[in-house]
């Protein structure tokens, strides 16, 4: 299983799937790089999109920038229009609403999954 740990090697785990340095759009085209290179490997059957989402990670909540459900959709598509044979692991993020309470569940990172289950 291939996974996104980190965007540079001698950074920190960042929060966000992207960072100022690392678009998006980037992170896309580097799974895409990653899974062409990797698509006939019989023993890569999985990429985890993104290691630990945290801190101001959210999941649902629609909010372009911070909404790690929404990115993993996209980056997903993306992986599996390469490779649809590839199994997709998308972690919680550390915190979601409680939408009975309004108030914020805290996890370790990248385990909520709380948010997942109302999809």
Known sequence: MLDMHRLAAAEEIPELWYNDA????????AWEIIVLRYRSCWNVFAVDLKNEPHGCATWGDGNAATDWRLAAERLGAAVLALN????LFVEGVE???????HEQHGCWW?????AAQQV
């Open 22 to 29: 690392y678009s998006e759009a980037l992170v896309k085209q």
């Open 84 to 87: 649809p044979s590839l199994l």
């Open 95 to 101: 915190r979601c609403a409680n939408a009975e309470q």
């Open 110 to 114: 990248g385990g909520n999954l709380a």
